[in-house]
Structure formats: structure tokens, C-alpha cells
């Protein structure tokens, strides 16, 4: 089992930043990709990005630029820098990592969402 939590969402202004943070506890040697989801309301959950098991950051396209990933091992966290956010951005971000099984995980979410 994993568990995963999320913070750092809130309201912030267009054009403004926030960064998202991960904190994985339980059986943290077996995560082999840790990312990042979104849902905005009404929409599917869309992924934004991950670390794949080859250690290569992979991202939405649309996000290339303004969003980036790192991870922290030592600490057991990944992050999300979200930069020049827009109001589509709104969203509820998820933190998942999927595990050497093929099994996935996620947080509870944390709510962006950014004023025009």
C-alpha cells in the first residue's frame, strides 16, 4: 500500500504560480512512476504529467513550458510548479504514482483555482 498526500493547492491570480506538493509514505520503494493528474469540473481527469521508469519527465503537451515536475526520493515527495497559470487551469490536482505491480494510487486531491 501507498499513500499519498497533496498541498500547496489555492486561489491564485492569472499569470500568477503555485507549486504542488506529494508526500508518499507505506511501501515508497515500490513506486516506479510518480505524477501528477488533474480534473476540472465537469471534465475527465486528464493527465499533466509523470516520471516514467526510465527517469524521463513526461508531460501534457499543452503544459510544456509552464508546468514542471521534480522529485524528491529522499524525502519521499514530488512536486509540481505550476507557473503563468491560467483560468483554465482550474482544476482539482492529484498526485498518483503506480507501483512495480501496475497498480496505481492517488491523493485525495488538492483544489487550484485561478481568478481571471
Known amino acids: 500500500q501507498v499513500h499519498l498526500v497533496e498541498s500547496g493547492g489555492g486561489l491564485v491570480q492569472a499569470g500568477g504560480s503555485l507549486r504542488l506538493s506529494c508526500e508518499a509514505s507505506?511501501?515508497?520503494?515500490?513506486?516506479?512512476?510518480p505524477g501528477w493528474y488533474r480534473q476540472a469540473p465537469g471534465k475527465q481527469r486528464e493527465f499533466v504529467a509523470h516520471i516514467n521508469a526510465g527517469g524521463s519527465t513526461v508531460y501534457l503537451d499543452s503544459l510544456k513550458g509552464r508546468f514542471t515536475m521534480a522529485r524528491d526520493n529522499a524525502k519521499n515527495m514530488w512536486y509540481l510548479q505550476m507557473n503563468n497559470l491560467e483560468p483554465e487551469d482550474t482544476a482539482v490536482y492529484y498526485c498518483s504514482a503506480v507501483v512495480g505491480g501496475g497498480e496505481s494510487y492517488w491523493g485525495q486531491g488538492t483544489q487550484v483555482t485561478v481568478s481571471s
Open positions: 507505506g511501501r515508497v520503494f515500490t513506486i516506479i512512476a
